[in-house]
């Protein structure tokens, strides 16, 4: 089920385990298992989430492992086996750093996704932050934002439902070549991560959709009505899905310490906290839940669906 800029506020999450930055991890998933990343998302699928995101990183410098750790993994692998063991919960690349590879690359990896996976594939991209990563791959760092403009055009092309897609720019250009199987959508949705001036310009003129990123929420009407004015300004009619990444969560009164950023408490007093992003203007919502351990996750998931997602749109 697509999510729109029309209707009720959607709720997806970023997938645990699959990245373990020390900004978000929880001590138990260190030790997690592929089999516990598949109950997660059964669950997810089950109880009405809307995506599930997994991030995109090759190789952490050991400058950056101590807080980035080394654990990313690959989104389209972890995506790939996540869809086979669900049937309706979109599957979101948040995000690709796709000015690591060629956008013909990246269009065969992600138009096979899409095409397995029934068409619930989200693109979300970003223009990555770690030098090292980029001088690796042979990547332009320097010019990653101009990189990254250019991919999304070439990557909206390769992407299409022609079989022998054409693009010409400065720095890519494709025809005659053709890439079977097509993705199941007739347009891969691009949401766009960020919230730097010129990812915010990005998104506005180039996305389906916003991810910010570590806006706090008092920032987001601000970052919202740029995102509109930029739109206007390039005559984009289409509409664009805003999202944001709410504070951790915890349904109900913790019997242990989650933190002072942490939404807890009632059902009905989470629910009218998260209201307020629709108010300004947001359409989906990407939810972290505070978890001790898998199961302690997954009892808060289905809480959270069952008792504060109904009460979103009140």
């Given amino acids: ?88 919960v979109l599957l979101m690349s948040h995000v690709a750093v796709v000015g690591l590879r060629h956008p013909l690359a990246t269009a065969k990896q992600y138009a096979t996704l899409d095409h397995l996976c029934g068409g619930r594939l989200i693109l979300g991209v970003g223009a990555g932050h770690v030098l090292e990563e980029f001088q690796a791959l042979g990547a332009d760092f320097e010019g990653r934002g101009g990189v990254l403009d250019e991919t999304i055009d070439a990557l909206k092309a390769a992407l299409g439902p022609e079989e022998y897609p054409e693009f010409a720019g400065e720095r890519f250009s494709f025809a005659g070549l053709g890439q079977l199987p097509r993705p199941a959508q007739e347009r891969v949705p691009v949401w766009v991560g960020g919230s730097s001036p010129a990812a915010v310009r990005r998104a506005a003129v180039r996305g389906d959709g916003w991810l910010p990123q570590g806006d706090p929420r008092e920032k987001l009407p601000a970052q919202i009505a740029r995102v509109k004015e930029l739109r206007e300004a390039a005559g984009i009619e289409a509409p664009i899905v805003i999202g944001a ?60 669906a069952a008792e504060v997602a109904p009460r979103l749109d009140r």
Wanted: aromatic share 8%; glycine share 8%.
């Fill in 1 to 88: 089920m697509p999510i729109l800029p029309t209707g009720p506020l959607s709720y997806g999450m970023q997938l645990p385990i699959q990245s373990q930055s020390t900004i978000y991890a929880e001590g138990w998933e260190a030790a997690a298992t592929p089999a516990d990343l598949a109950e997660i998302a059964r669950i997810a699928d089950r109880t009405g989430f809307a995506y599930l995101a997994s991030c995109d990183h090759v190789a952490i410098p050991r400058r950056l492992a101590g807080v980035m750790s080394t654990v990313w993994y690959d989104p389209v692998a972890t995506l790939a086996f996540l869809a086979g063991i669900t049937e309706r």
């Fill in 245 to 304: 990444i709410t504070e951790p969560l915890y349904v109900g009164e913790p019997d242990w310490s989650v933190g002072r950023r942490t939404l807890t408490g009632k059902p009905e007093v989470l629910a009218e906290s998260l209201r307020e992003y629709g108010v300004m203007g947001v359409h989906q919502i990407q939810v972290r839940f505070r978890s001790r351990s898998r199961s302690e996750l997954t009892d808060q998931m289905a809480a959270f």
